[in-house]
Each structure stands twice: as C-alpha cells, then as structure tokens.
C-alpha cells in the first residue's frame, strides 16, 4: 500500500488516495470548477501531509481536515489563528465553493447563509476586571 492509502483510507477516500491527498485534490477541484482558492499548503511530513490543507487568503485561512471513522470533511475558518466559523461536509466540491467563497470576500455571515452546514462560531468577550 502507498503512503497515501495508509493514511487517508482507500475504503473512505479513493478518490483522494488517486490524487495523492486532500492539498492536490482541492487544487484539481478548483480547476475543474473554475474556482480561485488561492495558495493551497500541506503538512510536509507525517500522515498529515495528505489527510489536511490550508487553503490561504487576505480574510484568512480556511483549515479542511477528513474524518477517520466516515467521509466527511471538517473545515475551520480562521483568522489570526482564531476559529471563527466551523462546518463538516461530505463532498469535496462544497469544501472548494466555501474557500472560493471566502477568498473573495463574503462575511461570516454571508457564507453560513450560502452554507448551512457551516456555523458562525460565537465568542464571549473577555470579562473585564473590576476596579475597587
């Protein structure tokens, strides 16, 4: 067995198994569909390196992962290293239309309306000291 099918699972990821991982089939992806998705990165190393992508924009990064136990991909979207908006979904395609979308600029609240099963995640506000 290659390096790519121990770590992605042919059963769940044959696809991604052909095309050597999650980063060279998000590319293939994108051109297919004619979506920007800007600099796609990979670990360089270890099983990562086939099994998640980073896919790279001024707005920030969206982070795309692949489940163990079923196919499904988990993807975050982050800005300065803080998840902001969070989702799974089954088809690669999708995972390429949020990082397309996200590059060119639509708000976090526009793509959990485009997106439903991404999720605008919520953060409390740091509590402020109190003076006595």
Excluded at 8 to 13: M, S, T
Excluded at 67 to 93: C, K, N, P
Aim: proline share 5%.
């Amino acid at each position: 067995m290659s390096d790519a099918s121990t770590a992605l699972g042919v059963r769940l990821y044959p696809d991604l198994v052909e095309r050597g991982g999650l980063a060279p089939a998000l590319i293939e992806t994108g051109a297919r569909h004619g979506l920007d998705l800007g600099h796609i990165t990979a670990p360089e190393q270890g099983r990562s390196r086939f099994t998640c992508a980073e896919l790279h924009s001024d707005q920030g990064v969206v982070c795309v992962g692949l489940g163990s136990q079923a196919r499904y991909f988990m993807i975050d979207i982050r800005v300065s290293g803080e998840v902001l908006a969070r989702g799974d979904v089954m088809d690669l395609l999708q995972v390429a239309q949020v990082a397309s979308a996200w590059r060119a600029g639509l708000t976090l609240a526009e793509l959990t309306a485009r997106f439903p099963f991404m999720e605008e995640i919520k953060h409390r506000p740091a509590p402020v000291a109190q003076v006595s």
